[in-house]
């Protein structure tokens, strides 16, 4: 069972709508990273968080620590936001992270 | 800029040789690392690097090796003992901060065996 679990697997949306994709993690993670995958492949740090809420943009990432939980907003959504986003975990001491299998996103103009 | 750069960004590799993978970062990082991605599933990892001359097998190291003789690289190579290489392979670094580790990737590179 992998410790990073997210959903939904693939999302499409209309242009505009609030999106949410979810993450749950493992007793042991104790940081939480938000990475976006473009086409390409190429992959960029979102945020890294380990209690409350961080804000980008349109961007929105909360973590519940003690429901183990953390959400990626995106409001008024735009189809350049369409990418895969992957959620990651860590430890404090130990620099691995454990990732996600990914939501694929998509935004329909 | 600092960052993480990865080449080439395409390769193609027949059966039976053996392929390396750059992986150079200017962010003065103590900790690299190796992932692979297949469809459908998440990163996995192959090897990673804490410190310059020691590094430690990930996951799925198997047909697989490294070095990491200067801080900046890390390369890897995919040798013909790896029976599956077809994948897509992100390189990251990583510095541990009062609040966790930051971790940068690189573009990756999409190898192709034919």
């Known amino acids: 069972k992998n410790e990073v679990e997210q959903s939904p697997q693939n999302l499409t949306a209309q242009e505009g709508e609030f999106i949410t994709i979810n993450c749950s993690y493992s007793?042991?993670?104790?940081?939480l990273h938000w990475l976006q995958q473009h086409p390409g492949g190429g992959i960029v740090s979102l945020f890294m968080?380990?209690?409350g809420k961080k804000k980008h943009g349109r961007l929105i990432a909360t973590i519940n620590i003690q429901e183990k939980h953390s959400s990626l907003h995106i409001t008024a959504s735009h189809p350049r936001d369409s990418a895969v986003y992957i959620c990651?975990?860590?430890?404090?001491?130990?620099?691995?992270?454990?990732f996600g299998t990914g939501t694929r996103l998509t935004i329909i103009p | 800029d600092g960052g993480i750069t990865q080449s080439p960004k395409y390769l193609f590799r027949k059966e039976g040789q053996n392929v390396t993978l750059s992986c150079e970062q200017n962010l003065n990082h103590d900790a690299m690392y190796w992932y692979r991605q297949d469809p459908g599933q998440g990163l996995r990892l192959i090897y990673y690097s804490q410190i310059v001359n020691d590094f430690q097998k990930g996951d799925i190291a198997e047909g697989y090796s490294v070095s990491r003789e200067k801080k900046e690289s890390f390369p890897l190579t995919v040798t013909s003992a790896q029976k599956n290489p077809t994948a897509f392979y992100l390189c990251?670094?990583?510095?541990?901060?009062?609040?966790?580790?930051?971790?940068?990737f690189g573009q990756g590179t999409r190898l192709t065996v034919v």
């Open positions: 990251a670094s990583s510095n541990l901060r009062d609040r966790g580790p930051e971790a940068f």
């Open positions: 990651a975990g860590s430890n404090f001491g130990n620099e691995k992270l454990t």
């Open positions: 968080l380990s209690s």
């Open positions: 007793v042991g993670i104790s940081a």
